[in-house]
């Protein structure tokens, strides 16, 4: 069968949107054009009646209430609603926050401000398999600790934190739980209440739908969490984020979680199915390569795996027909090695040599199979070129080499 090129494997950092999204959202462009706030006409109704059902529609998908949500414009948005917004209005339990050294810079960022304002951040280190389990969360806990951060899994490494288990553990000492939710909504089950989760963060063009739009769950009852909002205006979204509804981009992602619930098992089976095909078959015919994160807690779709001897920039060149990444689309613009996989133990040399593979919809057999045979020739080749790959084969331990200054 032929393999229409280029091939796209990398939905960690994007979606398309599904054309069913986008049937949805058209006519709300031009024919349904109406402000959700406008309460006093039917063009204002009926976009408010299609932004409530996708309230609906992602309550539905995350086992919330559609009261809960809150719209913005993206995950990056609602990290730093959720952490701000605690980090504001609970002073008076503390200001001690916990989060983890691997989590995505939408989360490290604002923690760090929070920090440089008198904050104290603890910063957990995760063991070698990426996992950040309950037992640590449990041993940083504080009298003063107002807010634990963790993502629910990891964007580069797909592997998936101990939610349920810290969820517990803060409910229990009254703490506040937020996770950054953006890659496991839609591709796994999520349930805020089983996980005892209080602020949940996710975006739509993770999971088929638009970019431009997210939003945050914000539990209602038991506890009731209250935001100090980060934009001021109109008080839309029951004060927490002022601003007009962007209505299409809501119906979107309304439209992307339906569809997600529906697909998400049979989806997730196939594609660990594809994940595991592609991962054999490069570690069967390859020395020297290691997949990185946990072997069973990641997600169906994700694996990143490092090649020793070859940089990851390299081998992206030599199978530039396949969109991969060497780490987060948000960082990846820079060539110092992945901040995540230095955090577990990886050294440089491994760190930049690692490609993340993000399967999706689209992703088929065939393109598994064209992809290992790209991948195993482009190693190849480059080992070739490489001293170092000659001196290993020669069983020179490169650790124990004096390397001549000039």
Same mark, same amino acid.
């Given at each position: 069968m032929?393999?229409?090129?280029?091939?796209?494997?990398?939905?960690?950092?994007t979606?398309?949107?599904?054309?069913?999204?986008?049937?949805?959202m058209?006519?709300?462009?031009?024919?349904?054009?109406?402000?959700?706030?406008?309460?006093?006409h039917q063009?204002?109704?009926?976009?408010?009646?299609?932004?409530?059902?996708?309230?609906?529609?992602v309550?539905?998908?995350?086992?919330?209430?559609?009261?809960?949500?809150?719209?913005?414009?993206?995950?990056?948005?609602?990290?730093?609603?959720?952490?701000?917004?605690?980090?504001g209005?609970?002073?008076?339990?503390?200001?001690?926050?916990?989060?983890?050294?691997?989590?995505?810079?939408?989360?490290?960022?604002?923690c760090?401000?929070?920090?440089?304002?008198?904050?104290?951040?603890?910063?957990?280190?995760?063991?070698?398999d990426?996992?950040?389990?309950?037992?640590?969360?449990?041993a940083?806990?504080?009298?003063?600790?107002?807010?634990?951060?963790?993502?629910w899994?990891?964007?580069?490494?797909?592997?998936?934190?101990?939610?349920e288990k810290?969820?517990a553990?803060?409910?229990?000492?009254?703490?506040?739980?937020?996770?950054?939710?953006?890659?496991?909504?839609?591709?796994?089950?999520?349930?805020?209440?089983?996980?005892?989760?209080?602020?949940?963060?996710?975006s739509?063009?993770?999971?088929?739908?638009p970019?431009?739009?997210?939003?945050?769950?914000?539990?209602?009852?038991?506890?009731?969490?209250?935001?100090t909002p980060i934009?001021d205006?109109g008080?839309?979204?029951r004060?927490?984020?002022?601003g007009?509804l962007?209505?299409?981009?809501?119906?979107?992602? &309304?439209? !992307? /979680?339906?569809? @997600?619930?529906?697909?998400?098992?049979d989806?997730?089976a #196939? $594609?660990?199915?594809?994940? %595991?095909?592609?991962?054999?078959?490069?570690?069967?015919?390859?020395?020297?390569?290691?997949?990185n994160?946990?072997p069973?807690?990641?997600?169906?779709?994700?694996?990143?795996?490092?090649?020793?001897w070859?940089?990851?920039?390299?081998?992206m060149?030599?199978?530039?027909?396949?969109a991969?990444?060497? &780490?987060? !689309? /948000?960082?990846? @613009?820079?060539?110092?090695?992945s901040?995540?996989?230095? #955090? $577990?133990?990886?050294?440089? %040399?491994l760190?930049?040599?690692?490609l993340?593979?993000?399967?999706?919809?689209?992703?088929?057999e065939a393109?598994?199979d064209?992809?290992?045979?790209?991948?195993?020739?482009?190693?190849?080749?480059?080992?070739?070129?490489?001293?170092?790959y000659?001196?290993?084969?020669?069983?020179i331990?490169?650790?124990s080499?004096?390397?001549?200054?000039?």
């Amino acid at each position: 069968m032929a393999v229409k090129l280029p091939i796209y494997l990398d939905h960690n950092a994007t979606t398309p949107v599904d054309r069913r999204v986008l049937e949805v959202m058209l006519p709300y462009f031009c024919e349904k054009f109406g402000n959700a706030a406008s309460r006093n006409h039917q063009f204002g109704w009926e976009a408010e009646k299609a932004v409530d059902l996708a309230r609906q529609q992602v309550a539905s998908l995350i086992g919330a209430d559609a009261k809960e949500i809150v719209w913005t414009s993206g995950s990056t948005e609602s990290n730093n609603l959720a952490i701000k917004g605690v980090a504001g209005m609970y002073t008076d339990k503390g200001k001690h926050i916990i989060t983890a050294v691997h989590e995505h810079k939408a989360v490290l960022d604002p923690c760090k401000r929070l920090q440089r304002e008198g904050y104290d951040v603890t910063w957990l280190e995760p063991p070698k398999d990426g996992v950040i389990r309950a037992e640590q969360v449990a041993a940083a806990l504080r009298d003063d600790t107002m807010l634990v951060t963790l993502m629910w899994a990891n964007n580069e490494i797909g592997t998936i934190n101990e939610i349920e288990k810290i969820g517990a553990i803060c409910k229990e000492k009254g703490v506040i739980f937020h996770t950054d939710a953006t890659q496991s909504v839609g591709k796994m089950p999520v349930d805020v209440e089983a996980a005892g989760v209080d602020l949940l963060s996710a975006s739509g063009h993770k999971i088929y739908g638009p970019k431009g739009v997210g939003f945050l769950y914000v539990r209602r009852r038991k506890p009731r969490v209250r935001l100090t909002p980060i934009l001021d205006g109109g008080g839309h979204e029951r004060g927490m984020r002022s601003g007009t509804l962007n209505v299409t981009g809501i119906i979107g992602m &309304g439209a !992307a /979680c339906d569809l @997600a619930q529906h697909d998400m098992a049979d989806e997730a089976a #196939r $594609l660990r199915k594809l994940r %595991d095909k592609l991962e054999h078959g490069i570690t069967s015919q390859l020395d020297g390569v290691a997949v990185n994160g946990h072997p069973e807690l990641r997600l169906p779709h994700t694996t990143n795996i490092s090649f020793a001897w070859v940089e990851g920039e390299s081998l992206m060149m030599a199978i530039k027909e396949i969109a991969v990444s060497s &780490g987060s !689309a /948000c960082t990846s @613009a820079s060539l110092e090695p992945s901040y995540v996989l230095t #955090r $577990l133990g990886v050294g440089d %040399d491994l760190a930049h040599s690692s490609l993340r593979f993000g399967l999706g919809r689209s992703t088929t057999e065939a393109e598994i199979d064209y992809t290992v045979d790209r991948v195993v020739a482009g190693v190849r080749k480059l080992r070739q070129m490489s001293p170092l790959y000659e001196m290993v084969q020669e069983g020179i331990d490169l650790k124990s080499v004096q390397w001549a200054e000039h």
